[in-house]
Nanobody, 116 residues
Framework: QEQLVESGGGLVQSGGSLTLSCTASGFSFNRYGMSWYREAPGKERELVAQ????????NYVESVKGRFTISRDNTKNTVALQMDNVKPEDTAVYYC?????????WGQGTQVTVSS
């Protein structure tokens, strides 16, 4: 069974840090690019960061550049999102997705709440 499971969400103060993790199972993780998306209340789901299958290429949405870092460990089938200097506008449910475009597998999401 192909599956993505996110963890690491929670409540953090503005300016603080948080690390999200996504563990994949049931498929050949090292063959896929991976993405992090987020969905804030009343807003559409948006791309946050992407990483290629071999970690040689990464992309970020402009609003998180310099603050968030995406990484992966193909030996552990995990992709992480390190969130530094978080802001209240980063509050959202964060989702891990398989592929860069046309996500074909989603995790269940993990809530991140940033207090001001």
């Amino acid at each position: 069974q192909e599956q993505l499971v996110e963890s690491g969400g929670g409540l953090v103060q503005s300016g603080g840090s948080l690390t999200l993790s996504c563990t994949a199972s049931g498929f050949s993780f090292n063959r896929y690019g991976m993405s992090w998306y987020r969905e804030a209340p009343g807003k559409e789901r948006e791309l946050v960061a992407q990483i290629s299958h071999d970690a040689r290429e990464v992309n970020y949405v402009e609003s998180v550049k310099g603050r968030f870092t995406i990484s992966r460990d193909n030996t552990k089938n995990t992709v992480a999102l390190q969130m530094d200097n978080v802001k209240p506008e980063d509050t959202a449910v964060y989702y891990c997705g398989r592929k860069w475009n046309e996500i074909d597998l989603w995790g269940q999401g993990t809530q991140v709440t940033v207090s001001s």
